[in-house]
Nanobody, 123 residues
Framework: QLQLVESGGGLVQPGGALRLSCAAS????????IGWFRQAPGKEREGVSC????????NYGASVKGRFTISRDNAKNTVYLQMNSLKAEDTAIYYC????????????????WGQGTQVTVSS
């Protein structure tokens, strides 16, 4: 069964940090570009970051650029999202997704999605 599982979410104070993980089972992430998306209550889904198959190209949404860093460890079949300097507006459910292509995009259809992990930034 092909599956993506996110972990690492939780409650953090403003200015804090979290690292999200996206682990794949049933397939190899080597063949996929990976994206992180988020959706806050009452808002549309937003592309946060993505990383190409090679790991060379990394794109970020304007609201997280300079604070978040995406990386991948193909040996562990896992992609990470390091989130620093968190703000209340970063509160959302975060999803990872895999797309069977080399280049990464922050929009458009992805092939596989995880169930999401909740990130809450609050004092």
């Amino acid at each position: 069964q092909l599956q993506l599982v996110e972990s690492g979410g939780g409650l953090v104070q403003p200015g804090g940090a979290l690292r999200l993980s996206c682990a794949a089972s049933g397939f190899s992430l080597d063949d996929y570009a990976i994206g992180w998306f988020r959706q806050a209550p009452g808002k549309e889904r937003e592309g946060v970051s993505c990383i190409s198959r090679s790991g060379i190209t990394r794109n970020y949404g304007a609201s997280v650029k300079g604070r978040f860093t995406i990386s991948r460890d193909n040996a562990k079949n896992t992609v990470y999202l390091q989130m620093n300097s968190l703000k209340a507006e970063d509160t959302a459910i975060y999803y990872c997704a895999a797309k069977a292509q080399s280049l990464c995009i922050l929009k458009g259809p992805y092939d596989y999605w995880g169930q999401g992990t909740q990130v809450t930034v609050s004092s």
